[in-house]
């Protein structure tokens, strides 16, 4: 199963990564990378658009929770938006839904803080 | 009538995928909601994992077998992997108030599934036994209503 990553650069400082496929331990490390990438970039805030994300394993769920420290670390914002039902039930019995900043839009989340 | 399909991969990331998808199509012929279903084939995910992990350190050319049974009520999966052995009761998911990488795989596994058996009692390796009790049209109620969440 292939994983789909693009990442665009947007005016206002922030980037956008949107990931399409399935995220599991083979596809994590590439999503890490990409994460790894923007994190030392002059970005501000970084959204991560998971309504491509079909499925999630706890290796994903760490590396949005590796994203989540840096984000602290750096003093970056970072949001989540479009969750599937499946990433969205994931994150639910893991208690992480209300430990991230989560939008139901990439509009919306992209909105300065 | 009991359906039972086996099937073996190699222990390399890569494979995982096959396994998702035949427990998909398993699951799918016997009317197991798409919650539950997705939920089954996450902790199924997550053995295989630490067998790759844990088991066999990450080589990728060890059998991992797998074997779903799956009746009107019950779901069963028995995976057997022949890498190291570890203390079952050693295995221990991240308390969840800490906010941390890792150490989700087994929590999941232990919050999804009705029973769960380590046997070690072999020569090489571990055989994995989970079993989950299967209610008809039954859906997790999070996954279809509002949630309390901290949501934007």
Known sequence: MKIELESHRNENGSATLMIKGEIDMNSSTRVRARLTDLFQSDQNMIVVDLSGVSYIDSSGIATLVEGLQWSHNSKKIFRLTGLTPMVRDVFEIARLLTVFEVYDSKEEALKEA | ?152
């Open chain 2, 1 to 152: 009538m009991t359906e039972r399909v086996k099937l073996t991969i190699p222990s390399d990331p890569k494979y995982l995928c096959l396994c998702r998808k035949v427990l998909q199509h398993l699951l799918a012929g016997h009317d197991v909601s798409e919650d539950i279903t997705q939920r089954l084939i996450l902790c199924v995910d997550e053995a295989c994992s630490n067998i790759i992990k844990y088991g066999y350190d990450g080589c990728p050319d060890f059998p991992i077998e797998i074997a779903f049974s799956l009746a009107d009520d019950r779901f069963e999966v028995q995976i057997r992997d022949y890498g190291k052995q570890c203390n079952p009761s050693q295995f221990k998911s991240r308390p969840l108030d800490k906010i941390e990488p890792g150490g989700l795989g087994t929590f999941f596994i232990n919050e999804i599934m009705d029973e769960v058996h380590y046997c070690t009692d072999r020569e090489k390796g571990t055989l994995l036994t989970m079993c989950k009790h299967l209610v008809k049209n039954e859906c997790f109620p999070a996954q279809n209503k509002s949630r309390g969440s901290h949501e934007n």
